[in-house]
């Protein structure tokens, strides 16, 4: 079976820092997307950082854009969300998500179905 775990949430404070995890298991890992989402209270869900892990590259919203940075370990099939400076609107439950067999660049947008979905974690920021 396909899943995805995420850790690393918490409280911080605003000005601060958190770094998130998701580790993946069952599938290839290394040929695909992840991408991690948010969903702030009240909201809909949004797509925060993308990136391949095959290493074509990155996208993040304009929001978070200069403070988080999406990375992954494909040895230790985990994608990571390093989030710095952060602003208490940055408050949500924050979802990573994967689509494997994903082979060429261009192709890891916040627009693209992400089949697997881990079961979120919550950052709050006071």
């Known amino acids: 079976d396909v899943q995805l775990v995420e850790s690393g949430g918490g409280s911080a404070l605003a000005g601060g820092s958190v770094r998130l995890s998701c580790t993946g298991s069952?599938?290839?890992?290394?040929?695909?997307?992840v991408a991690w989402f948010r969903q702030r209270l009240g909201k809909a869900r949004e797509a925060v950082a993308t990136m391949s892990t095959r290493g074509y590259g990155t996208w993040y919203d304009d929001s978070v854009r200069g403070r988080f940075t999406i990375s992954h370990d494909n040895g230790r099939r985990t994608a990571y969300l390093q989030m710095n400076t952060l602003m208490p609107e940055d408050t949500a439950m924050y979802y990573c998500a994967a689509e494997p067999n994903v082979w060429f660049a261009g192709q890891c947008s916040a627009q693209r179905e992400y089949s697997y979905w881990g079961q979120g974690t919550q950052v709050t920021v006071s």
């Open positions: 069952g599938y290839s890992f290394a040929n695909g997307c």
